[in-house]
Structures are given as C-alpha cells and as structure tokens.
C-alpha cells in the first residue's frame, strides 16, 4: 500500500480525490488538510463517506509540511493557486513527490504566469522540473516525476483532443475557437454571489472572456504540440449542471473539404489520427462521426469523450468532448498521473 | 400616482417588489434602497429591468428615513429582521405608512419574539398597533393600517389553507403537520456555503427542525383563529427550486370518516367551507379534491392554489398548498396589502 | 378589443400566447384550439391561468377554419410545420390575418423548403406574401401584413444581432459561426426520451449538427442583409434550462483589429452601429463590451440581450445575446407583430 | 466468477444494475435482454459504459428464458410488474435463481396484489415462496432463497428505518405518516407527458394519493414486524432530482414526551434501538439527532442515511431517511440480496 495524504481536501476536488482515493486498491490515505476541519475525521466532515471504514480513520490535520512528509509519500495539492506552490517547496525538498491540481507548475514560463495570474511566481526555480500532469501526452515523463502540475479542467476538454491532430498536422493549428460550457463545482466550493443556487439555476452565460487564466496553459501545450507559437479562441459559458464540461471547438482541416466526399474523407483521416494516437487508451471515447458527447455519459468517470461532424458546407470540423471537470478534469486524472508515477497500471482505481 | 420607496431592494423579495410594482399602473417608484449600491439606477442594478423607462430614471439612495419621507407616502422594508424596525420607527413617526416584509412586527408578544429570534425586540410599543398582512383573513383592519407586518413565506402557505378551517369548526386544530418544500430564494440572496449551486442542486433535506422561527407567527395565527392556545408542528426542507413551496398537511377532521362514504362528505365540507370563505377571492384556487396542487402553476403568480384529499383508510385530510414564495409569499402579497390601504382595487398590478 | 384566436394552444409556444395575450389589454381570446382539449375552458386544461377571469370564458373548440374566422380577425397558428400551412390556407381566404409560429412560411424558396424540411411545401403560392416576422428588421412590411411567419427561437437570437452589423459593414459576413444553447422547452412539449427530465438534467450536449434547419431560415436572412449568399456555421446545444437560448458568434470584422487599440476602436463601432440601428428599440438591450447577456435576465420577457468582447489577440469579436426561447422566441415576438399589424403602440402587453 | 443476466437493462433501474455489476469483482455478465436493442453490445447501448472491456462483450438479447437459463445462475428482473413474473416462472422451472426488482412477487397475497394493481396476479403459487428482498430485515432468509423479491424504492426507504423501532416497541406502529420526495428516476426511464424536463424543472408536486400502490407492501411489512395489522400514511412528491428519495416521518413515541428531558431520553432510546439493530451494518447511517439526512450524500450509494429530532412540544418524533431510489431503492440493494444469496460478502462491489 502507497501512503498519500490530500492537502486542502475540503473543496470539491480534494474530496474528489478522497472519494476516488477511498477505492484504490494500492493506496492508503493518511491524512488530509485543512484548516477548518482539523481535528475532525474524515468521515466527520462528510458523511457522504462515513460507511467506509478507512474514512472513519483518517484524520484532518493542519497543512504542515513536515507533518504531512512523515506520513505520505505522494501529496496531492487541492489548494487555491499561490497557496499550492507555498507547500509543495518544502514537500520536495523532503522527498516527498508531489502531485499539485492547481495552476502553480502548468506554466513553463514565470512571465507568463505573472501575465496571466497578476503575481510574481512563488517558486520559479521549480517550473522546469514540473511535468505536465496529462497522462495521454506526457505518459513517459510522468513515471520519474518529482512534481506534477495536473493539468486544468478546461485544458483536458481542449488538449486531449487537439493534440493529436495537430501533431499529426490534420488541421491547421493556427484560428481554432474553443466553446465550453462548465458546471458549477469548476468554480469550487466557494461562497461567492455568482455561484449561490438562484443566480445559476435557470441561467446559462459567459465570463471571463476574452483572456480567461486556462488559455495560458492551453497556448502552451499547443504550442509545443505545433512547434510554434500558437493564439487561440476560448470561451468559457456557465451552465446549470454540479459536474461536467462540454466543448465544441471549430477548426479548418488541412485537407481542403467542399462537399460531402472531401468531408468524409476529413472523417476518416481524424478517425485514423485518433485511432493511432489513442486507440490503446482506457479513458479516450472516440464517437467518430456517428455519436456526439453528452456530458452525462462522463459522470464521475474518467473519459474524455470525443467526436466530431465535418461540415461539407462550411468546410469546418465541428469537434466536441465531453468530460467530468472534477473526475478528468482534476482528481480523476490526478490518480491516473499517480498511477504511472507509482508504477501501478494506470487505470487502478479509476473504472 | 402613490409615491412609494422599497428599502432593501437588492434582496430577492426586493427585486420582486420592483419587478411588480413597476408594473403598477397607480404607483410610482421614486426610490430604492441599498448600502452597496447607491448611486446607482434601478436599471444599472438589474439589467433585466432596464428596457423600462422607469427603470432607468429610479435611483439607488442610502436608507435614510427622512429622505425616504420626503419622497414616498408609502414605504416597503425588504430588510433583514432587526434591522427593518430600526428604519420603520423614523418613517412612521415622520407620517409613512409602512409595510414590513421582514418578521420584526409579525408577532403580538415581545417575549415570543425574544424566544424565536434570540434578542430583545427592538420596537416593542410598535408591536401593538402592526397588522398581520395576510389579506384574505385581514382586510377590513389593512384598510386603514399606519404599519403592515407582511406574513412570512411558509406562514402565508400555511395559515391560508387553515384558517377557514379552523374557524369554520371542520377540523381539529390540535396536531396539525405541514411539511413544507421550499426554492432556495426563500433563503435570501446570501452567500452562504449551504446555498451555493452544487450544494442543493441533487438535494433534498430538511433543516430548522423541530422549532424553525416562523412557527412562532403561524401559531400565533392559528391560535388567533381557534380562539385558544395551538401548538403545530412544522418541517421545512430546501429542494432545488428557485421559486415556490409546497405544503403537505396531515389533518384531523372534527368529523369522523371512516369510509368512503364519509370522505366525501368531508371533503364536501371542505369544499364549502373554502367556499364560504374565499369564493369570492380572486388569488385563491380551490382544486378541491380534483388536482393537486404545483408549485410551477403557481410561478410569478400572488394565487395560493388549495388541494386535497381525504383518506377512507386513515381518516386523515391530506391538504395541499402551493404558492411562490416571493410573490405570494412575500412581495405580491405585500403589494395586495398596500392596494387595500391605498384603496386601489386589491388585484391591481397583481393579474 | 381586437379578437384574436390561437390554434394549437395546449404545446409551449401556445401556452406561451395565452399567458401573454390573456394580459393584452386591447384583445380579445375568443377561442384557441386542441383536438385533445376541445370542449374545455382554458381554465380547465391551464389551472395557472384559472383566477383570470377571461380563462374561465375561453373555449378550447377544434382547429376549423370556418369557425376560427367567424370569431377571430387575427389567429396565432402554434402548430407544428406541416400543420399550420393547411390551416393557415383556409384562414387567409376567409379574410384572417394570420400570424404563423411554424416554420412553414418563413423561406422564400419552395425549393429550400423542400431541402430543410423533407417534403413538398404544401402552400408555396403563399411564400410570396408571408413577411418574415422580425419586427425590429421587417417593421414595415408588418404593418399591412395578411400572412406573418414569424421568426424562429435560434434565427431570432442570431438575426436580431447579426442584421445591423451585416448592414452596416462593419463585419465579414462570411464565416459567421453561431453557437447556441437552448433550454428544453425549446423542444416543444413533447412526450420523447431524449427530453424527460433525467436524460436533460445534468446534461450538455449538441444536437442537429451540422445542418440543423433553422440555418435555411437564417441564411436566407443573413444573405438578404448581405445581399450576396451566405453560409454560416450554426451549432445548437441542449443544456439544463427550461426557458432561454444564449448564442456565442465568433466573428471577423471588417476592420482589422491587432492590438489593443485597434480592439477598442472596433468596439465603439459596434456600439454606434447598434446605437443607429437599434438605439430607440423597446425591446433591445445593448451591454456593449461592459456586460455580458444571461439568460436569467430574459426570463418571461421580449428583450433580446446583446453583449461583445472584441479580443485583440485573435482579431475576432465575441458577440453575445441572450434570448427567452418561447418570449422573444416566438410568442411575445409574434405579439409585437401583431401590435404592429393592428396598429397598437409596439409594446402593448409586452412590458 | 458467477454468472449473471439482467432481463429489462434498458430502463433504470436495468442500467445501474449494469454499472454496478460490471465492477462486481465476483460476476460476469453474460446477457443482457431489452426487446429494442438485442443484437447491439451493452457498449454500443451505454456509451457511458464503452470503455470497460466487459460492456464491449455483453450482448443484448431477447428476453428468452431458456437462453438466459443457459447463460445465468443468477438472473436480475428490471422489468415492468406482470411481465417480470412471466419471466421468473420459466426461470425458475429451468433452474435459475431470480431476483426480480418489479412489485410482482412483494406481496404475500394475491388478493392485495389485485387490490393495489389491478389484475390477477400472473403466479400466485410462487408468493409463498419468494423472499422480501431487504437484507438487513430478511438476511438469514435470503441466503438460501430461490426467487427474491426485491423491495421497492419508497419502500425501502421507510422500512429500513421503521421496522427495528416498531420490533423494539418504542413507536406506536399506528398513525405513522410517511411524506417522501422523490426524484424523477423513480418513475423510469418513460416517455410520458409529465416526467419531460419543463413539467419537472421547477416543479413540486404530490402524485398517486392518498392510496400509492407501495403501501401494499409497506403496510404489509409493517404488519409483520407489528404483529397486527397496520394502515400508514404515505404521500408521495415529485421533485427535480435525477435520483434520491427523501422521507419525513412523524411518529408518536411509546414513551410520552413532554419537555426537553424526555425528549432526550427518547431521542437516546432512538439511538440504543438503531445501534442494536444497525450498529453493524455496513450500508446504515444514523446520524442520531446531530445531523440530518440529504439525499446528495447517498448519490450512487447503497447507504440508508437516517436521523431525527425528538419535539418536547409536540411529543412526536420528527424521523428522516434518505437513499439513492436507483441504487439502495433498487439495484444496489439487489446486488446486496445477490451478495447475499451468492455467499460473498455482503457488501461485495457496492462500497
């Protein structure tokens, strides 16, 4: 059994992870943060999870990094970013490795970090040796890694699916629009106006628009994937749903498509590209053209579901996923992350 | 024109009474209130008002009593308890008739409101001379009040369907059990934790139970209307609505049913009874025991509807109410109080 | 009192029309239609609108034509597309005015027809005289109107922001993508598996793609503004509301935006061009690039909601609007050409 | 590996018998039967469920009980009431053991059969033999049962919590009210007019009384752990949830309660009747009088969250419980039953 503890395990992606950390056969959860709940139990703070013998055990303690590298070996950092990188110093520094699911080592660059996030990065001596924390695409790196920055909710939706087609040059990576819709745990357990019951319920609109903080991380990875500085389009809606993003992206094929021949030809060929890119993988649900993601289908799964129309008329991909924001898009793929660190089969505790 | 002023207007009760009385043919907003938000236009507020000219001209002022004079005859308080009678004691004195949304002037007994709401009562001469703004059992005395104590959201749900039947003698008023579902707006436009969109959407739950604080005006009421001492019991839970309750009561009927037979002369006796009383009502449905109240027919709507049957096998009334709980249930109850004081015809601006 | 009749009120869009029209202080319902509810009263099928005296008095009767003109001058066909064709042929020729909320009149071409909707028009002589109901665009034509087809939910949320911009110039009317969510209702009332509560409930996801059938209706449009042929990309999405579409268009101005400056200049073009074409419209509510449209704020109303970012990294604007699918999406619209028919002020009963 | 079918895994209940035997580290699922869909893959059905290797290779097939025979020990009923009892008799005869998830074998009598639903029972020879499906009330039975009975979801949800203190003597099994909330899957997954999306949404309202069809089995249950005959009160609500049923219960003590210290003691003797009974059990959660049940914190689980408040002013006891109607009410307890009757730990793939 790995020893793990969850730092910050109260808001809605710490206790994702508890829930999915709970049912992993190769894992002992033994201890997780915060600073309201220290002292209680486990299952004192959710009763959600009170049955479970192991959560009737395992205490909440104060984020004390010492304390935290006595007892795990693996972290998972649930914390607000800033407050994410104030830890994972010291945890490194004591052996620990860690697995960080907030902003603090996506970006490679502190200046961008500091473009995007309007402070001065807390550690940017780390940023090079954190490894991007997206198992599809980062699978060799990950084994060895010290320091894992999990990869954004919106940034799964987009990179999973974009990645192999622009490696595989099928469309052209420059012009693409990224359209998403969120449910409301992607703005954490928070107490703020905009996210109380009345003023979602019934509502569905957009924000943070044009320059929302996931477009550095995203820029990034394109742009390594492209091998050249790449813009794009994203904007973010919130909808009523507790979990899940949906996003439709419009993008130009490389193969020019006028009429209903050249776009199943453009079908087939992003068909091939996903089957060789992802056609071994657990988590990857290729509809093709003949199914379109719903969000539903990923509930508290780790999936990210694929599948796209291309247009005769317009000459455009339609490309849609679906995924979880809080399974995939944070805890889910957090544990996959582990998984290959820990050298466990990447899919343990996650079907 | 009625010059009227709403103090709280950026709680929901407060929207509402805009988004109605901006409709009022006979009235005239000249000002709202709000601490954070003066300065600012009605329209600037709440977008969704500002295609109305009224809108844009009504301005955002600080709750300033004597400036409140100055510019209404008639003043709703859409504040929170406490604080409602603190501004309700200058405006009466400098001659504003009042309507109170708040539960500060909703009971007869100072001592009462010590033991439900936990302090001292801040206006207890004023207790006296408050009518209860339930206008289908208060009218006559409405007509002429100086200040008005709106009845509360699930009292209004509750005291409607039971004072014509208890009065009229057809049931037992010992052991009555409304079980009430409440939308979230019922709890204000607060940002609390236990409010936020994740935490009641795929919720259901009680809470305030055994003793929650309205119990203290519903009884009041009840035993007003039996003519002596009543006790009830009450139990609210929060579903994921925005707007409306739903109460379930379990009833004794003074006249025994054993069978099928005397269900329906009791509910025959029901029926007139309702019939008698509120026959002539223009925002109470009676369903009798043919449908069954919903809380989405009753959705931006001052109608209480009233439903029931009677079980052969128990011998108990399951009675049924359904009313919004921001239209009837506080705002457009409270401006069919203001029309009988101002003596408009009551249904004005409310159809 | 004008006398007016709807036919086809028991789905959402007719309900819709009884809601509105029922509070029209210059009309007169003096019947509306259902094969399932013919004998009743409004009342009686509508429980919601039951303390409203007219309800009460207004028969459900069947969908005749004969009778329909004998009682009504104006008739609202709610009906689904094929229907209301064969109903609206008889009215005209008896001498109704005949406002059509079906898809049946709203293309120019038989042939388009034929292509969106997989039949034969079964009244293309009439094509000719229907005017596209969209009253801020075909204001004129309305006037005189004896056949209205009024615009679709989608083509109303893409059109009334799109038209002025195309007119003007100040954008590329080509590659146009419109991106829309839409609430259930905008499925109709409908017993089908794809819209019970629990396959919509915590569900996004796209449908109809990419043709959906409302593009022949916009197009036509979008190219008559252009005047050249137009093809836009058009991508609707279920999502979890009952009332609402939100449309996100990615589009390219015709000024090249590089930079900030260059971003803002396009911005106040937008706002002029909106300020010439819309500025002393009731019913339009330009945020400009300070708010952002929601559909919460359109609720039950006639307003469309329009907002934009312009984004100096990719040149593009981000325009918003926001709409109700059954208000300005077809009921309360068809009630602003009506007004305009019979000569009201536009906004009568529309406030 | 035992082996398993699930005849009716189209609807609901079927489908989360489905995801939660596909990760029973003890089965195999050989078939799955549904009239639409056999010659598909439980894959091709549920996408949700295409990324388990299993789903790719379960087959849909007719509904055929000797082929079912031929492929299952074990055979799960998810299907309408009358037609699951068509099935179970060739089962049955062939050698299977069946757990059927209709209402057809809960009733000990045909005659009440009759009474509550309308027709002859279809098998009366095997209600003798069929065991109630609830284990932590009918383990030692289920062991070595043939055809299980599986309880229904409200039922369950008022059993569980009432037969211990009605064995115990500390309530009076007359008079007790039962008032529940269920979401909308309780009703399946059905295409009719009041379970679309916009008739829910937004939506409280009661259904099927004062005479629910569970009460048979209810009451009948309750007479059995009485010892005499016992009527109840039920009222069933819809509300907009996907999944969970929520049920108030008021009940009057053996023990009279008059002020706090009684209160306390019953509330205590509550607590001592609960930890005799349940103190044991995995999949029962007493919250005592500390906490309150809520349907979200057993979505997906096979947990029974029950708690109360004792009222020193009305001397009742205010009871809750909450369940997941599809997972405790119906398909997780199933597999409990199946756990049990199988030899595996009893909560074998349901923690």
């Given at each position: 059994m790995t020893k793990v503890a969850i730092a910050g395990a109260s808001g809605y992606s710490g206790e994702e992870l508890v829930r999915l950390l709970l049912r992993?056969?190769?894992?002992?959860?033994t201890a997780v943060t915060s600073r309201q709940y220290a002292g209680k139990t486990c299952a004192e703070v959710f009763p959600k999870f009170a049955h479970l013998e192991a959560a009737r055990r395992i205490p909440f303690i104060l984020p004390d990094a010492e304390e935290l590298a006595r007892l795990a070996e693996y972290v998972f950092l649930a914390l607000p970013h800033g407050v994410a990188a104030e830890l994972a110093v010291p945890l490194l520094e004591k052996g620990c490795r860690v697995l960080d699911l907030s902003a603090d080592f996506r970006l490679r660059s502190a200046a961008t970090y500091l473009e995007f996030y309007?402070?001065?990065?807390?550690?940017?001596?780390l940023l090079s040796q954190a490894i991007y924390g997206q198992p599809e695409n980062y699978r060799a790196q990950l084994k060895d890694a010290k320091l894992v920055a999990c990869a954004g909710c919106y940034p799964t939706s987009i990179l999973v699916p974009l990645i192999p087609l622009i490696k595989a040059g099928?469309?052209?990576?420059?012009g693409i629009i990224a359209d998403s819709l969120s449910g409301v745990s992607g703005a954490g357990r928070k107490a703020d106006m905009p996210f109380i019951y009345c003023e979602c319920n019934e509502s569905a609109r957009p924000y943070g628009?044009?320059?929302?903080?996931?477009l550095s991380e995203i820029e990034q990875e394109l742009s390594l994937a492209a091998g050249r500085q790449i813009l794009m389009q994203f904007t973010p809606h919130l909808i009523p749903l507790n979990r899940g993003i949906l996003t439709t992206f419009y993008i130009t094929p490389s193969r020019r498509v006028t009429d209903a021949k050249t776009a199943a030809e453009c079908s087939q060929e992003l068909y091939r590209t996903y089957q060789d890119a992802?056609?071994?993988?657990?988590f990857i649900r290729i509809y093709g053209d003949e199914g379109l993601p719903d969000t539903k289908n990923t509930l508290m799964s780790n999936v990210v579901e694929i599948g796209w129309k291309v247009d005769p008329r317009t000459g455009r991909i339609i490309l849609l996923s679906a995924i979880d924001n809080l399974t995939r898009g944070a805890s889910g793929q957090a544990i996959q992350c582990f998984n290959l660190m820990a050298g466990y089969p990447e899919t343990t505790g996650l079907l």
């Open positions: 992993h056969p190769e894992v002992e959860i309007g402070k001065e990065h807390p550690a940017p001596e099928v469309i052209e990576p420059e628009i044009p320059k929302h903080r996931h992802y056609g071994e993988e657990s």
